[in-house]
C-alpha cells in the first residue's frame, strides 16, 4: 500500500506541555501538505496545511514546519489539552500527477492529565 | 451546513458477496473522494468523483468502483468481497479539490 501504518507510533505528553508530531514524506515534488486529526469513532479533521513554497505556517495553537531538504514535515501543538488525544495524520498532495493524495502512516497523540 | 454523512455506519457481510456504500456531500461540495482505512495499511486513496465523473484514482483493484449523481451523492462499490477488505471506508467531499476535504464519519465493513 501506500500508507503503512503496521506499528502506530505514539506519543504520551503531558498536559499543558508542547508536542511536536513528525511525518517523512515521500514525494519531494509533493506541492501540498495537509495535517488531519482524528478521534475514535470519528472522520479525520483539517488541522492546518502548507504549500511547498512555505517552511513555516501557524494556526490556533498549531504550527507546521516544512524541511523540503530531508522531505519533512512537523505539528507542533502548543499547551496541549486532554481534546488533542488522537490519531495526527499528515498527507501530501502532487498536483502533478493528477492531484495524488498519500497519507502518512499516522502518529497517536496521548495527552495525560 | 449538514457535515458529510455516510450510510450505513457498520455493515457484516461474507466473503464473495458485494457491497454498496453511500456518501452524501456537504451541500454545494462537487468532489466526493473515497478512502479505505485499515490498522495494517494506514489510510489509501481509492477514487475521487467531481461533476459525476472520477477526476483521480488510487491503486486498488478494479472490485472498487464508484459514481457520483447529479446531486453530487456518491455510492462505493466493492464486489466479491474478501477478508481483506475489512475496514473503515471514509468519504471525503470538498468544493473543487482535494486540499479542502471534509470527511464523513465512516462505515465499518466487516467481511467474515
Known amino acids: 500500500g501506500e500508507s503503512v501504518g503496521l506499528h502506530l507510533p505514539t506519543l504520551s505528553v503531558q498536559e499543558g506541555d508542547n508536542s511536536i508530531i513528525n511525518c517523512a514524506y515521500s514525494?519531494?515534488?509533493?506541492?501540498?501538505f495537509i495535517w488531519y486529526k482524528q478521534e475514535s469513532g470519528k472522520g479525520p479533521q483539517f488541522i492546518i496545511d502548507i504549500r511547498s513554497n512555505m517552511d513555516k505556517r501557524q494556526g490556533q495553537r498549531v504550527t507546521v514546519l516544512l524541511n523540503k531538504t530531508v522531505k519533512h514535515l512537523s505539528l507542533q501543538i502548543a499547551a496541549t489539552q486532554p481534546g488533542d488525544s488522537a490519531v495526527y495524520f499528515c498527507?501530501?498532495?502532487?498536483?502533478?500527477?493528477?492531484?495524488?493524495?498519500?497519507f502518512g502512516g499516522g502518529t497517536r497523540v496521548l495527552v495525560k492529565p | 451546513k449538514a457535515g458529510v454523512t455516510q450510510t450505513p455506519r457498520y455493515l457484516i457481510k461474507t466473503r464473495g458477496q458485494q457491497v454498496t456504500l453511500s456518501c452524501s456531500p456537504i451541500s454545494g461540495h462537487r468532489s466526493v473522494s473515497w478512502y479505505q482505512q485499515t490498522p495494517g495499511q494506514g489510510l489509501q486513496f481509492l477514487f475521487e468523483y467531481f461533476s459525476e465523473t472520477q477526476r483521480n484514482k488510487g491503486n486498488f483493484p478494479g472490485r472498487f468502483s464508484g459514481r457520483q449523481f447529479s446531486n453530487s451523492r456518491s455510492e462505493m462499490n466493492v464486489s466479491t468481497l474478501e477478508l481483506g477488505d475489512s475496514a473503515l471506508y471514509l468519504c471525503?467531499?470538498?468544493?473543487?479539490?482535494?486540499?479542502?476535504?471534509?470527511f464523513g464519519p465512516g462505515t465499518r465493513l466487516l467481511v467474515l
Open positions: 498527507a501530501e498532495i502532487f498536483k502533478a500527477a493528477g492531484n495524488k493524495l498519500t
Open positions: 471525503a467531499s470538498s468544493p473543487s479539490s482535494l486540499e479542502t476535504q471534509y
Open positions: 514525494n519531494s515534488a509533493s506541492d501540498y
